[in-house]
């Protein structure tokens, strides 16, 4: 069974900072590209960042492209978003998604975890 | 930025009904198109991608349809499970990739 577990969220006051971790269990992680997807409370989802299976290429969404950075370490299945200087605006539940693909970027989702919250507020 | 827009926004139906929801885009996704169905306190499952290719174990009364800008989600006969809340998104080109705003099938 698949399994991605997040976690590392928490309160947490503007301009701060915050590392939220994936575990990944059930699947060969380093043959999958790897996303992590966020939904606020009342608005949509929101895709975040993407990594390659190797770590190489990386991607962001213009609202934190400079703030966050996403790795990941294949050794340890682990999958990770370092979140810099946040805002109000990042408050939402973060999703550690596999991508469908099997060593390429289908860029569509499956499956997520459980997800974990972050608030951002004073 | 290509803006999905989903409707309608909520959708009251009873056991039995068929059901259509609706997937708009503001400039063509061509055949990119992924649907997702989320309930309350979990995480989002995948639907089916390509417009009409089901993920693995999705059952045969979902089916999807449309291409360019216009997309249709089909539950042709709601089970008591399918009560939800469905996205589309699209993955054409480059990022970001969107969501919908998302369709609540409720029960009526």
């Known amino acids: 069974e698949v399994i991605l577990m997040e976690s590392g969220g928490g309160l947490v006051q503007p301009g701060g900072s915050l590392r939220l971790s994936c575990t990944a269990s059930g699947f060969t992680f380093s043959n999958y590209w790897m996303h992590w997807i966020r939904h606020a409370p009342g608005k949509g989802l929101v895709w975040v960042s993407r990594i390659s299976s190797d770590g190489a290429s990386t991607t962001y969404a213009d609202s934190v492209k400079g703030r966050f950075t996403i790795s990941r370490d294949n050794a340890q299945n682990t999958l990770y978003l370092q979140m810099t200087s946040l805002r109000a605006e990042d408050t939402a539940v973060y999703y550690c998604v596999r991508d469908w693909g099997y060593s390429y970027a289908s860029n569509y989702f499956d499956p997520w975890g459980q997800g974990t919250w972050v608030t951002v507020s004073s | 930025e290509t803006v999905l827009t989903q409707s309608p926004a909520t959708l009251s139906v009873s056991p039995g009904e068929r059901v259509t929801l609706s997937c708009r885009a503001s400039?063509?996704?061509?055949?990119?198109l992924a649907w997702y169905q989320q309930k309350p306190g979990q995480a989002p499952k995948l639907l089916m991608y390509d417009v009409s290719t089901r993920a693995t174990g999705v059952p045969a009364r979902f089916s999807g349809s449309g291409s360019g800008t216009e997309f249709t989600l089909t539950i042709s006969s709601l089970q008591s499970e399918d009560f939800a809340v469905y996205y589309c998104?699209?993955?054409?080109?480059?990022?970001?990739?969107?969501f919908g705003q998302g369709t609540k099938v409720e029960s009526k």
């Open positions: 400039q063509s996704v061509r055949t990119s």
């Open positions: 998104q699209r993955y054409n080109n480059w990022p970001p990739w969107t």
